[in-house]
């Protein structure tokens, strides 16, 4: 009856939460848990769950597979809106659930925060953990990728098979006695990138070369795609071009638009992760044309909360800055200083380089002249940084909002 | 000027490394030794190594160090009464001790013994601190990120052997001061590029080391960044006062 009370409060709870107009993918989770501690293990689970965890990609991931599934008619439970953590995978069980506590859905795709491993296995069995990578991550939680390695192998469910990446030799050798399929870009694996390009990803698969619609070209997303071929082959899944064709990077990670005569590209990367942000750099560099960029990781919002530790600068490869394709470079936010360090430690030349703590400064300071394209980079779009700057650049180029 | 750089393939955390590459990039004519776990030291066999330094490392990587250390104990002891310099960072400061422990991963290991102390590794309790110290008066400013636990042997309550004076944050132990010290072995919990976050403590170390007093590379910029921090650390709000 406990469980019944807390499954019914957890399901009235995000009714009132939608009333009222707020985020209802943690609270009912976490108040069905606190009315019933036993609640994860006792709601009803869909036969088959995927899970996807890993430093980095996995949200992207999460997407992608669940549009292919959704895209090919398969009805499914997911927190792909919602938190990763352990209250979050028990909102979305509790908001699957029949009022009986039975699963509405056969078949569940999680995305899993790496640290929550133990609490969620304990009680959720994956028939597949995809494991992105596992790589250099926000210290404070996360440690080194190591650490990471050893949380998953304590809490893994010995009947999960194991979708891992070649190309990542820590994840690579994860839990070796488990049943896996390795993914790769350009590392011997079951499921590897051949060629991308022109909206095409060829791929070789266990079953011989195949072709799916490219849903992006920046080199991690390409993995990504990898990533979730191997998932839903593995999972049975026969039309996967199809269900591709549905996928899309969330607009949250990657967005071009033109303000005024200026071409804006924003890209998020994780603050504190130095393998994304090396990525989103590099990306920046390799693309074509004179660039300006925007670098704002360190949000004001984060001043309090620990953001100061610039310790991952270190980890990241700032040498991308030093192209010569890049005419100009602001570094925003409250470590603007630290970035400033790290940039000229890598080489880059301080001639071209400007900062401020302020973000709705950064948009008056870059320079256009001669720019044909502007990055800005900066971090989870639960901060501001991106909004505030973008607004200064249509204020500064005569733009209403 | 040779600094000795120990076991970068795998003491290489944090941004750890460009504690080293500072000091490079500041005196080009240094000679850096990167010395592998599998290979002897060089301060083993030179005694013109201006620096050791090594690094934070993971779990695994520590006992790899301690057991690579421990043929070299006692020429380590010898060189630090010669009053040769060592400086290790993060969790390396725990090799200097008595013993590591890691209950939560099943083993423990001695440590070189140079200090009175006994590192518990809690894997489930990560601790972070912000470290305001000031050492032999110069303010010294970064952070702490471990899953070290240290306690004194014994009868213990304090030690005289301390690195930096606390100012704000948290010592070795309860009543301690921050890191160790040993003529010039020092040791400190501070992660990271210290001597990046840090140019005056860095300029000092350069002119005992033999470095001169010539400026760092990009000093300007280091030592503005380093100002903006102390700020921050002199300013009660950053440690929850008013």
Not at chain 1, 103 to 108: E, G, I, Y
Not at chain 1, 296 to 315: K, L, P, R
Not at chain 2, 26 to 53: G, K, W
Request: overall charge neutral.
């Amino acid at each position: 009856m406990r469980f019944l009370i807390a499954l019914w409060a957890a399901k009235a709870s995000a009714v009132l939460l939608r009333l009222l107009g707020r985020n209802a993918t943690q609270f009912p989770g976490a108040l069905a848990m606190r009315l019933c501690p036993g609640f994860l293990a006792k709601v009803g689970k869909p036969a088959r769950i995927i899970a996807i965890t890993g430093s980095n990609g996995k949200t992207t991931t999460t997407n992608f597979i669940v549009a292919a599934l959704e895209a090919l008619g398969v009805r499914l439970l997911s927190n792909k809106l919602g938190s990763n953590l352990e209250a979050g995978i028990a909102t979305s069980l509790a908001l699957g659930a029949k009022l009986t506590g039975a699963p509405r859905c056969a078949v569940a795709v999680f995305e899993v925060d790496e640290r929550a491993s133990k609490l969620i296995y304990a009680h959720v069995t994956p028939e597949l953990l995809l494991i992105t990578n596992l790589t250099n991550d926000t210290i404070k939680r996360n440690a080194h990728p190591s650490y990471i390695r050893w949380i998953i192998e304590q809490a893994l469910p010995s009947s999960t098979k194991l979708v891992l990446n070649a190309a990542d030799p820590v994840s690579a050798m994860l839990a070796v006695d488990h049943k896996r399929v390795f993914f790769a870009l350009d590392a011997v694996a079951d499921y590897r990138a051949l060629s991308w390009g022109d909206g095409v990803l060829r791929a070789s698969t266990p079953t011989g070369e195949q072709e799916y619609p490219l849903i992006h070209d920046n080199r991690v997303n390409v993995a990504n795609e990898v990533a979730a071929v191997a998932v839903l082959s593995e999972f049975g899944v026969s039309e996967i071009a199809r269900g591709l064709a549905a996928a899309k990077v969330p607009g949250s990670r990657y967005q071009k638009e033109m303000i005024s005569w200026l071409s804006v590209v924003s890209m998020t990367a994780k603050s504190a992760s130095p393998p994304a942000v090396s990525t989103a750099l590099r990306y920046a560099a390799d693309a074509p044309g004179r660039k300006a960029l925007i670098v704002a990781y360190d949000d004001i919002g984060e001043f309090d909360t620990g953001c100061e530790n610039t310790c991952w600068y270190y980890d990241v490869d700032f040498t991308a800055l030093t192209d010569p394709s890049f005419v100009f470079i602001v570094f925003a936010g409250p470590r603007h200083l630290d970035a400033v360090v790290r940039a000229l430690l890598a080489g880059v030349d301080s001639a071209l380089i400007r900062s401020t703590p302020a973000e709705d400064a950064a948009a008056d300071l870059v320079k256009l002249d001669g720019v044909d394209k502007l990055f800005l980079l900066h971090d989870s779009p639960l901060v501001n940084s991106e909004p505030i700057i973008k607004a200064g650049l249509r204020r500064r180029l005569g733009v209403s909002a | 000027m040779i600094i000795e750089h120990l076991y970068p393939e795998v003491a290489n955390l944090y941004g750890d490394p460009y504690n080293v590459e500072i000091l490079r990039l500041s005196r080009p004519d240094a000679l850096v030794i990167e010395t592998q776990l599998a290979e002897a030291p060089a301060f083993a066999v030179r005694d013109d190594i201006d620096l050791v330094y090594l690094g934070s490392m993971t779990e695994a990587a520590q006992q790899q160090a301690a057991d690579a250390l421990e043929p070299y104990r006692e020429r380590i002891a010898l060189l630090v009464r010669l009053g040769k310099h060592f400086l290790f960072t993060g969790n390396a400061l725990d090799l200097v001790g008595e013993r590591v422990v890691n209950h939560d991963m099943g083993y423990e290991f001695a440590g070189l013994g140079f200090f009175q102390f006994v590192t518990t590794l809690r894997m489930f309790s990560r601790v972070h601190n912000r470290m305001f110290t000031t050492v032999n008066g110069l303010p010294m400013v970064g952070y702490r990120s471990t899953f070290s636990y240290h306690a004194l042997r014994g009868e213990q309550r304090s030690v005289d052997w301390g690195f930096g004076h606390i100012v704000q944050g948290q010592g070795l132990a309860a009543g301690c001061d921050e890191g160790v010290r040993l003529h010039n072995l020092i040791a400190t919990e501070i992660i990271g590029p210290l001597l990046i976050t840090n140019p005056l403590f860095t300029k000092q170390l350069l002119a005992v080391i033999g470095g001169g007093d010539a400026p760092l590379a990009h000093e300007e910029a280091l030592l503005a960044a380093y100002q903006a921090r102390l700020a921050e650390f002199r300013d009660p709000r950053r440690w929850g006062g008013h």
